[in-house]
Every structure is written in C-alpha cells, then in structure tokens.
C-alpha cells in the first residue's frame, strides 16, 4: 500500500493512492482555501469508515437493512489547537 502526498501551494496538499486523489486544506478562517478535508478531519475519517464498513457487513450477514446505516466520530478541538 502506498499513499503518496504533494505539496500544492499554501496550505493545500494532495494526497493520492492507487488511482485516488483527495485533497487536504484548511479552512478560509486558517488561510485555506477550503478546497478539502483538514488534516484532522482526515484523522477521523478513517476510523468513522472503517466503523461503518464492519457496521454494514454486520448488518448484511443477518440480512437486516442496510440503508440508512451511518456512522461518525467526533473529536474535542478549538479553532486553533496546541501545536
């Protein structure tokens, strides 16, 4: 598995693995252009995906329904977090 990042300008990255591209950036209030996911955002997406695919897997091997199902994660954070 290989995922690879790209600086693009600012404070916008590219980020591609296989065929994919997504790209990561902040918002308008912390000089983005808010083209993209933040890097945090980015962070919680995968477990919020990961918890929703075992979720509906679950679900299909007892037949029960499917749609509809969902799954998020949420974080503590402010606007400008400790570095």
Request: proline share 7%; glycine share 10%; hydrophobic share 35%.
């Amino acid at each position: 598995m290989e995922v690879r990042v790209q600086y693009q300008n600012g404070v916008l990255f590219e980020a591609t693995a296989r065929s994919r591209r997504v790209l990561c950036n902040q918002p308008l209030s912390n000089r983005g252009t808010d083209q993209g996911m933040t890097p945090r955002e980015f962070l919680l997406t995968p477990l919020a995906t990961c918890a929703g695919y075992y979720a509906a897997e679950y679900l299909r091997a007892r037949k029960l329904p499917v749609a509809g199902a969902w799954s998020g994660r949420q974080a503590p954070g402010g606007r400008r977090p400790g570095r």
